[in-house]
């Protein structure tokens, strides 16, 4: 019987699912860029740890920890720190808790202690600084010059080689993830990695990095647009990848030649999380980006210092249709300065319950006529349960829309007993919904 017991135990720990719901958190790229340094971060995760009980615990420190300079005009002046391995550690001017080479474990350790968990954001590769000095790679008898694919950079950053598919390549990684898994860490977010370019010899050694470390990690591939003729593949090594360029506070940007697709706006995630709605799966998320609302600053990533441009109605309907699509949810904001529509919107429990639950989601094709600037998504239980489901209705439009539609016009068969506005928490009819909808607003309704 013991020994049945134990079976048990030990088969439901070697089948739990890292990141099963979409992983909840806040990134700093969106408002310190490159600068975020140690009593930030804890500022901002001191507020993220007070909306625990929702769902929010991973706060994720994103490019340029390392960087003892982070406004630096070019790679030099940045002065990437490295340890005898050639493997990037914390600046302690800026992460003085780092000092005597205990890396990033002490503010792992606090992290941990405020109930959250801590991400870091790496670039694919090897830094360029390890190669000119061919530092000697971690428990091997390998050089970083044996690793490095000189011919390989990211074309967007330079400040790391390509690693080589070989068995030095693989030993660096192992030798950066077992570093990160000694410090504790929890998430890592590897960019230059998903698209522009695609990268899938290093997508499998980073996993098989992670596997030899022992230590669960979520791991996160970006940028986008990742492929989706590539989505069975890093479904399989991955827990969630990016599906577009990043995400800013716009409805739609004008691009060009020289920028691509670079940014993106809310409007354009309606595509994008439609196409990829069939392959969200509990541990596999095709990420839709981050949030970015609120204050955006000191340093934003992107542009000047700046309260979000988007409109309160813009910032629910990116929440409202995030939710929907099972992406992962990822504050971008200061959240010292967080403001009050903010906050209602990341406490909101139903529209949490939705992206984190279980629940099966589409979005509805075939709309009427007259509906060419309306968007509708239906959730329903995984298990069913009679009549319940959850349908979001968005307006793409410029111009405010009043609707009469019927609930199978909104791709609901059966009719509602009880209808619920899931925004207001106020009743509507069970027979159908009059709608008024501002330009790119959106309402969201639970059925039973």
Same mark, same amino acid.
């Given at each position: 019987?013991?020994?049945?017991?134990?079976?048990?135990?030990?088969? *439901?720990?070697?089948?739990?699912?890292?990141? *099963?719901?979409?992983?909840?958190?806040?990134?700093?790229?969106?408002?310190?860029?490159?600068?975020?340094?140690?009593?930030?971060?804890?500022?901002?995760?001191?507020?993220?740890?007070?909306?625990?009980?929702?769902?929010?615990?991973?706060?994720?420190?994103?490019?340029?920890?390392?960087?003892?300079?982070?406004?630096?005009?070019?790679?030099?002046?940045?002065?990437?720190?490295?340890?005898?391995?050639?493997?990037?550690?914390?600046?302690?001017?800026? =992460?003085?808790?780092?000092?005597?080479?205990?890396?990033?474990?002490?503010?792992?350790?606090?992290?941990?202690?405020?109930?959250?968990?801590?991400?870091?954001?790496?670039?694919?590769?090897?830094?360029?600084?390890?190669?000119? $000095?061919?530092?000697?790679?971690?428990?091997?008898?390998?050089?970083? +010059?044996? &690793? +490095?694919?000189?011919?390989?950079?990211?074309?967007?950053?330079?400040?790391?080689?390509?690693?080589?598919?070989?068995?030095?390549?693989? /030993?660096?990684?192992?030798?950066?993830?077992?570093?990160? +898994? !000694?410090?504790?860490?929890? =998430?890592?977010?590897?960019?230059?990695? &998903?698209?522009?370019?695609?990268?899938?010899?290093?997508?499998?050694?980073? $996993? &098989? &990095?992670?596997?030899?470390?022992?230590?669960?990690?979520?791991?996160?591939?970006?940028?986008?647009?990742?492929?989706?003729?590539?989505?069975?593949?890093? $479904?399989?090594? +991955?827990?969630?990848?990016?599906?577009?360029?990043?995400?800013?506070?716009?409805?739609?940007?004008?691009?060009?030649?020289?920028?691509?697709?670079?940014?993106?706006?809310?409007?354009?995630?309606?595509?994008?999380?439609?196409?990829?709605?069939?392959?969200?799966?509990?541990?596999?998320?095709?990420?839709?980006?981050?949030?970015?609302?609120?204050?955006?600053?000191?340093?934003?990533?992107?542009?000047?210092?700046?309260?979000?441009?988007? !409109?309160? /109605?813009?910032?629910?309907?990116?929440?409202?249709?995030?939710?929907? $699509?099972?992406?992962?949810?990822?504050?971008?904001?200061?959240?010292?300065?967080?403001?009050?529509?903010?906050?209602?919107?990341?406490?909101?429990?139903?529209?949490?319950?939705?992206?984190?639950?279980?629940?099966?989601?589409?979005?509805?094709?075939?709309?009427?006529?007259?509906?060419?600037?309306?968007?509708?998504?239906?959730?329903?239980?995984?298990?069913?349960?009679?009549?319940?489901?959850?349908?979001?209705? =968005?307006?793409?439009?410029?111009?405010?829309?009043?609707?009469?539609?019927?609930?199978?016009?909104?791709?609901?068969?059966?009719?509602?007993? !009880?209808?619920?506005?899931?925004?207001?928490?106020?009743?509507?009819?069970?027979?159908?919904?009059?709608?008024?909808?501002?330009?790119?607003?959106?309402?969201?309704?639970?059925?039973?």
């Amino acid at each position: 019987m013991v020994t049945r017991i134990l079976c048990l135990l030990l088969c *439901a720990a070697s089948t739990e699912l890292l990141a *099963a719901p979409p992983p909840m958190g806040w990134n700093s790229w969106d408002a310190y860029g490159f600068t975020i340094d140690e009593a930030d971060f804890k500022a901002n995760a001191s507020v993220l740890a007070q909306f625990r009980k929702h769902g929010w615990q991973y706060a994720v420190v994103d490019e340029g920890w390392y960087m003892r300079d982070p406004a630096g005009a070019d790679l030099a002046a940045r002065h990437y720190q490295l340890d005898d391995f050639g493997r990037l550690v914390p600046s302690l001017n800026r =992460f003085p808790s780092a000092s005597g080479g205990v890396g990033l474990r002490p503010l792992a350790d606090w992290t941990h202690r405020m109930g959250l968990k801590l991400g870091i954001h790496i670039l694919r590769g090897i830094p360029k600084a390890a190669v000119e $000095a061919n530092s000697r790679i971690a428990a091997s008898h390998f050089h970083a +010059a044996d &690793a +490095a694919d000189v011919s390989d950079s990211c074309p967007w950053d330079e400040g790391n080689y390509g690693v080589r598919d070989n068995a030095a390549g693989q /030993a660096y990684y192992d030798s950066i993830f077992r570093l990160y +898994a !000694s410090w504790g860490i929890d =998430f890592v977010k590897v960019d230059c990695i &998903a698209d522009h370019p695609y990268r899938p010899v290093e997508i499998r050694q980073i $996993a &098989a &990095a992670i596997r030899h470390a022992g230590r669960p990690m979520v791991l996160s591939l970006s940028p986008g647009p990742t492929n989706i003729s590539h989505a069975d593949e890093v $479904a399989r090594y +991955a827990q969630l990848w990016r599906i577009s360029n990043d995400v800013w506070d716009g409805w739609t940007f004008e691009h060009n030649a020289a920028s691509g697709d670079f940014p993106n706006g809310i409007r354009d995630a309606f595509d994008n999380l439609a196409n990829w709605s069939r392959h969200a799966r509990p541990g596999r998320w095709p990420d839709a980006d981050m949030l970015p609302w609120g204050m955006l600053g000191p340093h934003p990533g992107w542009g000047e210092p700046r309260r979000s441009r988007l !409109s309160a /109605a813009e910032q629910q309907t990116q929440f409202v249709l995030w939710a929907m $699509a099972h992406s992962p949810l990822i504050l971008g904001c200061n959240l010292t300065q967080l403001d009050e529509g903010t906050r209602a919107l990341i406490t909101n429990r139903q529209l949490i319950d939705i992206d984190q639950g279980a629940w099966q989601s589409r979005p509805v094709e075939r709309l009427p006529e007259g509906y060419e600037n309306i968007r509708v998504w239906v959730a329903t239980p995984q298990r069913g349960r009679g009549r319940d489901a959850v349908v979001a209705v =968005f307006n793409l439009g410029s111009e405010p829309v009043t609707l009469h539609p019927s609930w199978p016009m909104l791709g609901v068969d059966e009719p509602p007993r !009880s209808v619920m506005d899931i925004m207001t928490g106020k009743p509507a009819a069970a027979s159908g919904i009059d709608l008024q909808l501002a330009p790119h607003a959106s309402a969201v309704y639970r059925l039973r």
